[in-house]
């Protein structure tokens, strides 16, 4: 409780710094009170959905509708805070410079119109993420990219050469709401016609019910070698209350079934290889390893009856168990596919040129592709969304990898 008044707090002085920003550009009491009414309406609601959270429902939609009202309405206000912000101390400096050495007014006379020229400024600033925000949660979140590498390995089997391999991740199918750009989707992923599909973990939010909607569309997925899939750290139930023990474990027999009654070939800590005359790769998935999540992920069982030789693809959720556990492994990870992160689903990316998100501080590898020690690893920044009912600047991904044999590069 002690934090949720913090909270009120500092959200109250930030309202009150921002809505300075619109008066100087308008005292109009109108403009006020709709801009009191708006603050106090997504504040009052955010605390209403937080203190009504229902932890053991597992879906929470009324509250991720509120968290993303309040940061549509909330994030653009730091702009104004920081224009302003920064106007004042300005005007502090610039007052004792004229009251020490000019010995005029604190205050210029020429302050109004300044203070005025930067309040227009700024709300033109802050209207940039507000309609990005807007976009991001009426579009951006089913805005779906297909991503296309192609890596070169020089011990890659001959008969290998131009396999194609379609990676999606983080379905977070409790959050869908709209059939149709789900289906869109789903249909893309075969377009691309690859000769197999690996999904990386995190079918749904908390329960396995919330995939039963989405069963049948998922379970249109093709490729002439199968789907392959691993658990992510949302598919084992953690994060939401049980009746019991045996409600979860239960929960958790589900999603075994649900995943093989859908076609996908879920990999616990086990391999499977796929062949072509007389030539095979192996395909390894091992159960969630992450930094600060359950580590479950057992790469000795995983690759038990695989040999050292064997060209090998691991699919890991987490990528910061390529960052902790498979890069130093004696055995030799050819190429590692992993989500888990989302990109946090808000970031700034110029294709081939620039790539930021906060998620950056958190993972050292967080989105897209990445090379060490002869050994890649593909961050999918994630099919769905979660908690946000948006993306922003980092779309929804379906990734292409095409695997040729030869010097090893990038394209």
């Given amino acids: 409780m002690i934090r949720l008044f913090i909270f009120i707090g500092i959200v109250l002085a930030l309202d009150f710094y921002a809505l300075q920003s619109v008066r100087s550009v308008t005292k109009n009491p109108l403009v006020t009170l709709f801009y009191v009414l708006c603050s106090v309406a997504v504040l009052g609601n955010i605390i209403f959905q937080s203190l009504n959270l229902d932890r053991a429902s597992g879906i929470n939609h009324s509250f991720y509708t509120a968290f993303a009202l309040f940061v549509l309405f909330y994030v653009p206000k730091f702009i104004l805070v920081a224009a302003m912000f920064g106007e004042d101390v300005f005007r502090l400096f610039e007052g004792l410079y004229n009251a020490i050495f000019t010995k005029t007014s604190l205050e210029p006379p020429l302050f109004s119109g300044r203070r005025k020229f930067i309040g227009q400024l700024a709300l033109g600033m802050a209207a940039i993420p507000f309609l990005s925000i807007l976009y991001g949660i009426t579009k951006g979140k089913y805005n779906y990219k297909v991503l296309k590498y192609t890596l070169f390995f020089e ?232 908690a946000f009912p948006g993306r922003v600047g980092i779309w929804p991904e379906i990734t292409v990898i095409t695997l040729r044999k030869g010097k090893k590069e990038v394209k």
């Fill in 155 to 386: 011990d890659l089997p001959s008969e290998f050469d131009g396999y194609k391999i379609t990676q999606i991740s983080d379905i977070h199918s409790g959050s869908f709401d709209e059939k149709a750009k789900i289906e869109y989707a789903v249909d893309l992923i075969n377009e691309q016609a690859s000769d197999v599909i690996m999904f990386t973990g995190d079918l749904v939010n908390s329960k396995t019910s919330e995939m039963i909607p989405w069963k049948a569309t998922f379970s249109k997925l093709y490729a002439k070698d199968g789907v392959f899939s691993v658990l992510g750290n949302h598919d084992y139930g953690d994060y939401m209350r049980w009746p019991s023990k045996e409600d979860k474990a239960k929960n958790f027999q589900d999603m075994l079934k649900l995943q093989d009654e859908m076609g996908f070939q879920l990999l616990l800590n086990a391999s499977k290889f796929i062949e072509k005359n007389g030539q095979r790769i192996a395909v390894v998935g091992v159960e969630n390893w992450g930094k600060g999540f359950k580590q479950k992920g057992d790469l000795k069982k995983a690759t038990s009856e695989i040999n050292p030789n064997d060209f090998k693809i691991l699919l890991s959720h987490d990528p910061s168990h390529w960052e902790y556990e498979v890069i130093k492994e004696k055995l030799h990870y050819h190429l590692t596919l992993s989500g888990h992160t989302h990109g946090m689903q808000f970031g700034i990316e110029i294709p081939g040129v620039f790539k930021w998100s906060p998620i950056k501080w958190r993972y050292k590898y967080w989105a897209g592709l990445y090379q060490q020690a002869g050994q890649y690893l593909n961050v999918n920044r994630g099919f769905g969304f979660l």
